[in-house]
């Protein structure tokens, strides 16, 4: 199952850890400022959260939409100075958090409602046996 804690922690430290005027930036904005090594270090993290989500079933358009965000930070991100403008308002790894939770929280209700519909009809099937059996 994924930590979620742990990929949060990850995304505030990497997103918003920092403000600068006022504007929550992170370590991926900061390190982006190294060309090519910034973004390649901060792109890590969010290919673990993406793995860690394929491992615990996520949806594959929930893990589309994963890479996506991080391709996209990727792409701009690695543009000299827009790019870490970019990085400080687009916030990949929060998005990504943010993903991951819906996901988790849509499979735990699918689970939760999987179970109670069987719980009901094995209650329901007990009694339909004792009405036969009075019969």
Do not use: C
Not at 72 to 83: E, H, K, N, Q, R
Not at 98 to 116: D, I, T
Not at 118 to 123: Q, T, Y
Request: charged share 25%; hydrophobic share 45%; no cysteine.
């Amino acid at each position: 199952m994924a930590d979620i804690a742990k990929y949060e922690r990850w995304a505030d430290a990497l997103d918003a850890r920092f403000r600068i005027f006022g504007i929550p930036v992170g370590w991926d904005s900061i390190l982006g400022l190294i060309p090519g090594v910034g973004d390649a270090i901060t792109v890590v993290p969010a290919a673990l959260m993406i793995h860690d989500g394929y491992k615990s079933g996520v949806r594959k358009r929930a893990l589309a939409r994963m890479m996506g965000n991080t391709a996209l930070d990727l792409t701009f991100g690695s543009i000299p100075v827009l790019g870490d403008l970019f990085d400080a308002t687009f916030k990949s790894h929060k998005r990504n958090v943010a993903v991951l939770k819906e996901e988790l929280s849509r499979k735990e209700a699918e689970r939760a409602k999987f179970a109670q519909s069987n719980g009901n009809n094995a209650v329901s099937d007990t009694s339909d046996e004792d009405h036969r059996g009075a019969a």
